[in-house]
């Protein structure tokens, strides 16, 4: 998949499927819960405590935001594990990401969560340049 070609929609709406079936896997799950929590509620500080209906230029409400940062948290999780000695430096939800793939990492590997489509789909979010 060439992620050039793919328009700013498009990667939201791969990354919320991509997060589905995420969730599918974790669901009624407490931490992850939380992990949403703390992704969200970073996000609303971010966007100046907005209301969630008012969405940017590309239709990303903050509950989009929340949904794309998790898929791209667990993402990056797979790829390094944060290092326990700057926990007081790195935000709480990239240790939560952590938890979640180490704990679910066979049935995240199972259901395809990691193919190269959704990982082109991943790369292509720049949160820049979506808010």
Same mark, same amino acid.
């Given at each position: 998949? #060439?992620?050039?070609?793919? /328009?700013?929609?498009?990667?939201?709406?791969?990354?919320? @499927?991509?997060?589905?079936?995420?969730?599918?896997?974790?669901?009624?799950?407490?931490?992850?819960?939380?992990?949403?929590? #703390?992704?969200?509620?970073?996000? $609303?500080?971010?966007?100046?405590?907005?209301? /969630?209906?008012?969405?940017?230029?590309?239709?990303?409400?903050?509950?989009?935001?929340?949904?794309?940062?998790?898929?791209?948290?667990?993402?990056?999780? @797979?790829?390094?594990?944060?290092?326990?000695?700057?926990?007081?430096?790195? $935000?709480?939800?990239?240790?939560?990401?952590?938890?979640?793939?180490?704990?679910?990492?066979?049935?995240? $590997?199972?259901? #395809?969560?990691?193919? @190269?489509? #959704?990982?082109?789909?991943?790369?292509?979010? /720049?949160?820049?340049?979506?808010?």
């Amino acid at each position: 998949m #060439n992620t050039q070609k793919l /328009d700013k929609k498009e990667v939201i709406e791969g990354i919320r @499927k991509i997060f589905f079936k995420i969730s599918r896997i974790v669901e009624g799950r407490e931490y992850f819960d939380r992990f949403l929590e #703390n992704i969200k509620r970073g996000e $609303k500080q971010h966007r100046k405590l907005r209301p /969630d209906c008012i969405t940017t230029p590309y239709g990303m409400t903050i509950t989009d935001s929340t949904i794309c940062h998790a898929v791209m948290r667990i993402f990056e999780s @797979k790829e390094s594990k944060p290092k326990l000695e700057r926990y007081l430096y790195i $935000k709480k939800e990239v240790f939560e990401a952590y938890g979640i793939y180490y704990e679910y990492k066979e049935q995240l $590997k199972a259901e #395809n969560i990691f193919s @190269k489509k #959704n990982r082109d789909l991943v790369k292509a979010f /720049d949160y820049r340049e979506f808010i």
